[in-house]
């Protein structure tokens, strides 16, 4: 009933840019927090970055300096802006969110499909 949608994904070749966008829909309570996390071809899923629904971002030490999180919580949406990519950003981009549905006090964690994006010349 909770669904996350991202957009944005794509090819861009190094030292371009892309923003990648994810909106939250359907039975929500409350937002704890959302993000972007990342899983490139054979490795673990990883932490991009997070902004609280009180706007405390957290971002990884390999793209601080580069990308720039941002959320509306009135349109429960949150982007991610991406500069000066590099070809280790490579991966799948899966948007995820801390959500309380109405019906509950527990938060609980939902992910979106997956946006892919490949840096590569």
């Known amino acids: 009933q909770v669904q996350l949608v991202e957009s944005g994904g794509g090819l861009v070749q190094p030292g371009g840019s892309l923003r990648l966008s994810c909106a939250a829909s359907?039975?929500?309570?409350?937002?704890?927090?959302m993000g972007w996390y990342r899983q490139a071809p054979g490795k673990q899923r990883e932490l991009v970055a997070t902004?609280?629904?009180?706007?405390?971002?957290n971002l990884a030490d390999s793209v601080k300096g580069r990308f720039t999180i941002s959320g509306d919580n009135a349109k429960r949406t949150v982007s991610l802006q991406m500069n000066s990519l590099k070809p280790e950003d490579t991966a799948v981009y899966y948007c995820k969110a801390r959500i309380r549905i109405p019906t509950s006090l527990v938060y609980s964690n939902y992910w979106g499909q997956g946006t892919p994006v490949t840096v590569s010349s």
């Open positions: 902004i609280t629904s009180g706007g405390i971002t």
């Open positions: 359907g039975s929500i309570g409350s937002i704890n927090y």
